[in-house]
């Protein structure tokens, strides 16, 4: 069964296809990154366009390189949200239509869901249950995971997601956009210890986190200290040092409390180097394992939908996901509220 994957929930067009025999059998992704850095930030009204340049010639790309048409696809997944609403439309609408042309389901994925099963995708990759650390742009959680809609959340942000603390601390370093890679590839330059920033919420007695004190920090720095490329580096590296030590202490946590050996780490932050050092070396001395999803798995990508959409479809009961005449978007959405297929 060849599942098609469409990802618009953001700044990324990603299109997947995933085959349950054979496994991923081909990805794209075209990164509207540059478009947006001139403005410092996403704009919503240009993603959308974007994607709806992009989307239609993607999938014919990715079914050409693997030689398939769209008469072999099974189903059709698409990012239903979270996300900017605009953006994910584009993917909805038009899965949605070809799900409706093709006469084969269509199913609306929870974007942190695909990021959350995209370790799955790598080898050696974990098996149910396991500690998911989802650390992206817009979320910041450490989630129970018993099985594909089975999800519990253990501690969130009670601010701003890491990857946002990464990017308004790049930005106030003066870095373009996105900040995180920027800031971390700055930080290896810095000079260990010069500055050290808070652990916000390191002892706080629960697993929910807290990163807008570590920006203002950031802010006081720049303020006192001269602003030189070295004295830069310096705070970036205070300031990825303190998020990578909360984020793998609480992370330690949630593995002590749910009794669980297996942590993954999902979402663009997972591509941070010191953060996945640290965590490999923390987390075996526990003597449990992290998985890390590949690297282009990590961001966000349109074979973690297709393989989100492969998994739910392999799963009893997929009657209300047939296709219809209508789709919605869902610009917020709890993962929790997720059910596996089969629930009541
Ligand atoms: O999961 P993602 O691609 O998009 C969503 O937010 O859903 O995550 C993007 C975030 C951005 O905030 C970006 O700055 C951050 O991940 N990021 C990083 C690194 N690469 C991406 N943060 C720290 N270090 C990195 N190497
Ligand atoms: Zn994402």
Not at 216 to 226: F, Q
Not at 258 to 274: D, Y
């Amino acid at each position: 069964m060849i599942v098609l994957g469409i990802e618009t929930s953001c700044d990324e067009t990603g299109i997947g296809l995933y085959d349950t025999k054979r496994g991923l059998l081909n990805h794209t992704l075209y990164s509207q990154t540059e478009m947006h850095s001139e403005y410092g930030g996403v704009v919503p009204e240009l993603a959308s366009r974007d994607h709806i340049r992009r989307v239609i010639p993607l999938i014919k790309q990715t079914l050409s390189a693997s030689e398939h048409s769209l008469q072999d696809l099974a189903a059709i997944a698409y990012t239903q949200g979270p996300g900017l609403a605009g953006a994910l439309l584009v993917g909805a609408s038009i899965g949605s239509a070809l799900g409706f042309a093709l006469k084969i389901p269509t199913l609306g994925i929870h974007h942190l869901e695909g990021h959350l099963l995209s370790p799955l995708l790598s080898t050696p990759s974990p098996d149910f249950p396991f500690v998911a650390l989802l650390v992206s742009g817009g979320h910041t959680q450490l989630m129970e995971v018993r099985g594909v809609g089975s999800y519990r959340l253990l501690g969130e942000t009670l601010d701003d997601a890491a990857g946002e603390a990464f990017d308004k601390t790049a930005k106030l370093l003066g870095l373009g956009y996105p900040g995180g890679p920027a800031l971390s590839k700055l930080a290896e330059k810095g000079k260990s210890g010069r500055f050290t920033l808070p652990r916000p919420m390191l002892h706080s007695g629960d697993l929910n986190f807290s990163f807008s004190g570590l920006k203002t920090a950031v802010l006081t720095l720049t303020k006192k200290n001269e602003v030189t490329q070295q004295t830069c580096a310096d705070i970036a590296l205070a300031f990825q040092d303190a998020a990578v030590d909360v984020l793998t202490e609480k992370s330690l946590a949630a593995l002590k409390q749910t009794g669980l050996t297996q942590l993954i780490v999902a979402g663009g932050v997972g591509a941070n180097r010191q953060l996945r050092n640290k965590l490999l070396k923390k987390v075996e001395l526990a003597g449990a394992t992290v998985f890390f999803p590949s690297l282009e798995f990590c961001t966000d990508n349109g074979a973690m939908i297709a393989f989100a959409g492969a998994m739910r479809l392999q799963m009893p009961d997929i009657s209300n996901q047939l296709p219809g005449n209508s789709f919605t978007v869902k610009a917020r959405w709890n993962l929790e509220l997720l059910k596996a297929p089969n629930d009541p």
